[in-house]
């Protein structure tokens, strides 16, 4: 769980609080069909029948009216979504911006010279990124992609040392929070399909929570 863990729990939230409010409005539009269907078919129309059909119909335009706006509740989900996404960018591109005042330039010099082995480079990478130095770790994956080069020139493209080198440059290609945003996305992407087929309001914890606990 990272610290961008609350934008994909307040989506969890909008898209609860709609799905809620649409199911209960489409299970009384149904009641309320059903009950205007039943009255529809009795064959004594008396006026004690006919006020009852007509209180019937009543429910069942308001119903129906309940459920237009239900409906247009996804619309105003979906521009709530957008604002919360457009926050969480912000914030990634505030936490990944590169800062000078945290270049080490002992570990630079060390990879200028060219010594490390991939395992060393994997070592210092990891504690960078534990330590939430994403700037380090770009510059670390940068040098570790020149050092693939001279691995794969020297020994082959099957050479270990090149793959492990390769491995933490692509791990680099990373370090920008554009994982968060993809699973966001992911999110939303769900969130659309369910408007598109409500019978997904039932599975949305199935489909979502596994993602929203690790986001």
């Known amino acids: ?109 060390l990879m200028k010279a060219g010594v490390m082995s991939s395992s060393e480079y994997r070592r210092i990478f990891d504690a960078a990124r534990a330590d939430g130095n994403h700037t380090m770790a770009r510059i670390i994956a940068k040098y570790a992609a020149t050092e693939a080069e001279k691995a794969v020139k020297k020994n082959g493209e099957l050479d270990e040392e090149a793959s492990g080198f390769r491995q933490i440059v692509f791990d680099g290609n990373h370090e920008d929070g554009g994982e968060y945003l993809e699973a966001f996305d992911s999110l939303v992407n769900v969130y659309n399909r369910t408007e598109r087929n409500p019978a997904l309001i039932d599975h949305w914890d199935e489909l979502t929570s596994a993602a929203i606990e690790q986001f």
């Open 1 to 109: 769980m990272s610290r961008f863990n609350t934008h994909a729990r307040e989506l969890d939230r909008i898209a609860k609080e709609i799905f809620e409010k649409f199911v209960k409005a489409d299970e009384q539009l149904k009641a309320a069909e059903k009950r205007a269907d039943e009255l529809k078919k009795r064959e004594n129309e008396n006026a004690e029948n006919a006020a009852k059909s007509a209180r019937a119909y009543a429910v069942l335009i308001e119903a129906t009216e309940n459920l237009r706006i239900a409906k247009s509740d996804f619309e105003r989900g979906r521009k709530e979504i957008k604002a919360i996404r457009a926050q969480l960018a912000a914030e990634i591109s505030e936490e990944y911006a590169a800062e000078p005042s945290r270049i080490d330039l002992a570990t630079i010099e």
